[in-house]
């Protein structure tokens, strides 16, 4: 299959990127999700403009407590040690499982954040972290939770002509506890159930199950969690199975 | 055996080319004033075609049937008694018989506008129900997808044996009900044709990625209604075929008709979507297997009803029944089975045509007998290999052979299966499993009959019947040897093993041997490269070929050395005559160069021969195998893990070992798929279901593990040097060796898998099931 005619607009500045998403174009990052889309025309867009030569968009600094990654940071330059310390190693961890290095070499953070598929690795891991999407509009920048920020599958909180511009998140102490399980029967399959904890010093630890037919579900305070209770809605019997194994692996082993 | 000969594990000659990117595909070729083609295809699986818009402005560029009344359909229909004849239009007319089914061409400079030509076609269509369940397609009252029959099957098959006595007499008596999933084969390269007419010759010329061109001539002339001299294709390099690229399809037809028409060259790429729904269908089975057995494990009796799920055509040139016809004569597998009863069903539905892969009816087959094999052993208290070795064909009953007529030409089947357990630490599973941990071992055993001629092909009066392999062997006038053949390299190796054959007889270096395939204009005609066939066939070609031309270069030397007739011998590509010698490369320039020295009685037919092959008798020979396989299972997810695989395997004397090791690696990877990872599932209005290899799972580098592979050399009696055709086997035995590992894994549990592939969700639901 090729992609229907589009045209292709390469905006060198953020007000460029803004003003051609106000005309209707369709943004696009590493194009590893979109870019199969456009060629089996299941996205048909009259426009794509190509993000990543916008100035800043990778890019990884430390803000004081906050460490701002740029939405067009690779997962592999997150794989590869872009994010410093403890952060930097949880998220290192991540993406070294995200499909295939072809893919993490140009599928994005923010891209795949901003996708917002219900089975992909960030859309599953980040709402574990008290951090924020930084959303860039016509009015300048806000920040969006990321425990909130994908509100459904392929749905985000992201407003009509606003473009994701960077992800920010806490410096971690090195005693931050991490866990992370997802069920792949190979790499480059998606994720069948995906879990993680994070557990702060002094902070009730947060759980995030995810891989689901809906958004990403975020427990804030996974103390006592059941969580045999907490895939009854669940309908497939297998799929069930998997995330209750999902839940129990990282209670079990954060560390 | 020299160092280059028969039996040398020589580096591939075509690797250099292939490792560097310089092979050359269908896809790499595009001559100017090109068109490429996207197909209008069926969005449903069973309706009536009413009508075609084609868009405004682009009805000069978009065909369908009415356009191009030059083609007729393809007919691959089988002498069987009672197979049903059907027609597969090229293009669809009247009905739609399965997704994916081709209804128009549409031509445009690139295949991105092509695509939007198909887009912008109108389709007007009665929906009609879909025939989607093998099971269930001859109920009364299902819709009929080919209107003339009385029901909705190919072809039945039976073997009628009274068993009823068994019961009675058999120590152990085991009923399963075991399916195998449609799988889709996926090579790396897919299908493509470029199509071109040459006004000069008055001649189509095919370009295509297929197995064999020869078959493809003649099926394209007979459809285009042309002279087979007014046809000529040509495959070039081809990313692997696996059966599914022996097959003349529609696109074929359709391109090579419009290239006629147009005067222009005409091209289309089949893409991964097309290839996983439309095409490259294959494997999807159902068994009902009964078998009795005494105390000792021995068969008393086996009876099996087995259904295909065929399809909506008869594909060309294997037909329709190429699985479940064979189902019954290769069901008694390497075993002495005593008494047998069968019946056969190659159902029709709206599905794309079953075709033929790897192993064809073989993987399913064997994966019906040896998981019946180890329910008997499970119910005797036996082991799985105690029950092997009491039904094996033991040596000295070989050539062998059995109820159903197959002819065994040699080999120790009983060994493989000892050497295959001896390479195994079973004890140590045995003790892990009473520990509690959930491991399995599992066997399995088969025979696969390759290189089958004449005798076996006649009685199936499908439109190709292989006769005697034909190879050309000839000098060029620098000395180098030219070889040229009818069957197809497209994984094989054959531009090394040929040339090693070559070497073996007549001492040329390989190096300096070329290996020209791939052209109907070049070769002799083939049925080509399928069936583990070439080796045996082309091998032995290639090889009388060469002893002829040894005696021609002989005489030759022995005129030029004046030395006696007879006196003379070929040794070290050399012809020498007591301390003389002359090398082939001088009398090659003195043929074509200095003719003036040769011999007045010289054989005038000079230094270029075809010579015919065929082993006798031409039943077949059979390789046979044994996998041993160690797996974990996660009961909490039922992620299965292979720890341990080891292949025992005699392909009689390997020509190469090094690519027979690759054969069967390979093969034993697509097992894996079709044992754990791959299928095409449709739902009930028949639309398949997986359109992308995120899909449709297949395994990869990381769920390979390293194969252990031990070797036995039985030669077969009957071909040139005792080789055996070894190509499919490999994919043969994995799915019944892993599901043995599994379900022994499972036994404590009480559970048992019975439908491949053996995905964590089937696991999950019969240990569920077994609680």
Sequence with gaps: MKPAAFDYARPADWPAALALLAGGARPMAGGQSLGPMLNLRLAQPERVADLRHLPGYAGVEVQGEAIRIGAGTTHAAIEDGAVPGRLGAILAGVARRIAYRPVRNRGTIGGSLAHADPAADWVAVLPAFPGHAVALGPYGERRIPLARFVTGVFETALAPGELLRAIELPVLPETARWSHWKFCRKPGEFSKATACLLALPDAPPRLVLAALDTAPLVIEDATGLDPAALVTSISDPWRRRLALTALRRVLEGAA | ?771
């Design chain 2, 1 to 771: 055996m020299t160092e280059q000969g028969v039996g040398a594990s020589l580096r591939r000659k075509e690797d250099a080319r292939f490792l560097h990117g310089r092979g050359r595909y269908v896809g790499d070729i595009a001559p100017r004033g090109l068109l490429e083609v996207a197909f209008l295809r069926s969005p449903v699986a069973h309706a009536r075609l009413t009508g075609i818009g084609k868009p405004e402005g682009a009805e000069e560029r978009v065909f369908a049937a009415a356009d191009l009344p030059e083609i007729g359909p393809i007919r691959a229909n089988s002498a069987l008694p009672g197979f049903r004849a059907s027609d597969q239009p090229a293009l669809a007319t009247g009905k739609l018989r399965h997704v994916g089914e081709p209804i128009a061409a549409c031509l445009a400079a690139s295949r991105a506008e092509a695509e939007d030509l198909a887009a912008a076609c109108r389709l007007d269509y009665e929906p009609l129900p879909a025939v989607a369940d093998m099971l269930t397609a001859r109920a009364p009252g299902t819709p009929l997808i080919h209107e003339h029959w009385p029901d909705n099957a190919f072809l039945e098959t039976r073997r009628d044996e009274d068993l009823s006595d068994l019961d009675a007499v058999a120590a152990a008596k085991v009923v399963r009900r075991l399916r195998t999933a449609r799988q889709s084969m996926a090579p790396l390269e897919g299908r493509g044709v470029l199509a071109e007419w040459d006004p000069r010759l008055e001649q189509l010329i095919l370009t295509s990625s297929t197995q064999m061109p020869h078959v493809t001539k003649t099926g394209l002339a007979e459809c285009l209604g042309l002279d087979e001299g007014q046809v000529r294709v040509i495959a070039p390099d081809v990313g692997g075929g696996f059966g599914y690229k022996g097959i003349l399809l529609p696109e074929e037809l359709v391109c090579a008709a419009l290239a006629i028409r147009l005067g222009r060259p005409v091209r289309w790429l089949e893409d991964r979507l097309e290839s996983l729904t439309a095409h490259a269908n294959c494997r999807e089975h159902h068994y009902i297997v009964t078998a009795w057995a005494d105390a000792g494990g021995r068969l008393l009796g086996a009876e099996v009803d087995a259904t295909v799920d065929a399809g909506a055509y008869s594909c060309y040139p294997f037909s329709a029944c190429l699985e479940a016809a064979q189902i019954g004569s290769i069901f008694p597998g390497p075993y002495t089975l005593p008494r047998f009863r069968y019946r056969t069903v190659s159902a029709c539905t709206n599905k794309p045509p079953i075709l033929p892969y790897r192993g064809v009816a073989r993987t399913g087959v064997c994966y019906a007998m040896e998981t019946t094999l180890d329910a008997l052993a499970r119910k005797l208290g036996l082991s799985a290999e105690a029950v092997r070795l009491a039904n094996l064909v033991p040596p000295e009953a070989m050539p062998y052979r059995n109820l159903v007529g197959k002819v065994f030409d040699s080999g120790d089947y009983p060994e493989a299966v000892r050497r295959a357990v001896a390479a195994v630490d079973v004890p140590r599973i045995r003790a892990r499993q009473a520990a509690g941990e959930c491991v399995g071992f599992g066997l399995s055993v088969f025979c696969e009959q390759g290189a089958h001629g004449t005798s076996v092909y006649h009685g199936w009066g499908i439109p190709f019947v292989p006769g005697y392999e034909q190879a050309q062997a000839r000098f060029t006038p620098d000395g180098v040897l030219e070889l040229r053949t009818g069957v197809h390299s497209h994984g094989q190796g054959l531009e090394t093993t040929l040339a090693q054959v070559a070497h073996e007889v007549l001492g040329v270096d390989p190096a300096r041997v070329r290996l020209v395939h791939g052209d109907t204009a070049l070769t002799p005609y083939s049925t080509g490269t399928w069936g583990s066939r070439a080796m045996v066939m082309a091998g032995g070609a290639v090889a009388e070929a060469c002893r002829l031309l040894g005696e021609r270069a002989i005489a030759i030397g022995a005129a030029l050395l004046q030395a006696e007739p007879g006196t003379a011998t070929l040794r070290n590509g050399a012809v020498q005559a007591g301390e003389a010698s002359i090398s082939l490369d001088q009398i090659a320039r003195t043929w074509f160069r200095h003719p003036q020295n040769l011999p007045r009685d010289v054989d005038k037919g000079g230094l270029e021969v075809t010579a015919g092959y065929r082993p006798d008798p031409d039943t077949g020979t059979h390789s046979y195998a044994c996998h041993a396989v160690t797996v974990r299972i996660e009961t909490e997810t039922g992620l299965v893990t292979i720890e341990d695989y080891v292949v025992v395997e005699d392909g009689g004397r390997l020509v190469n070992p090094m690519i027979v090791d690759g054969q069967v690696l390979g093969g034993t990877a697509q097992g894996i798929g079709t044992a754990l990872y791959e299928e095409m599932p449709f739902d009930a209005e028949g639309q398949p279901l997986a359109g992308t290899l995120a899909d449709y799972l297949l395994p990869g580098a990381t769920e390979v593990p390293s194969i252990r592979i031990d070797h036995m050399e039985t030669p077969s009696p009957w071909t040139r040097f005792g080789q055996k055709g070894i190509g499919e086997s490999g994919a043969i035995g994995p799915p019944a060796a892993i599901i043995n590992a599994i379900n022994d894994a499972l036994a404590p549990l009480g559970a048992e898998v019975t439908d491949l592939p053996a995905t964590p969700a089937r696991l999950l639901a019969a240990i569920e099931a077994a609680r």
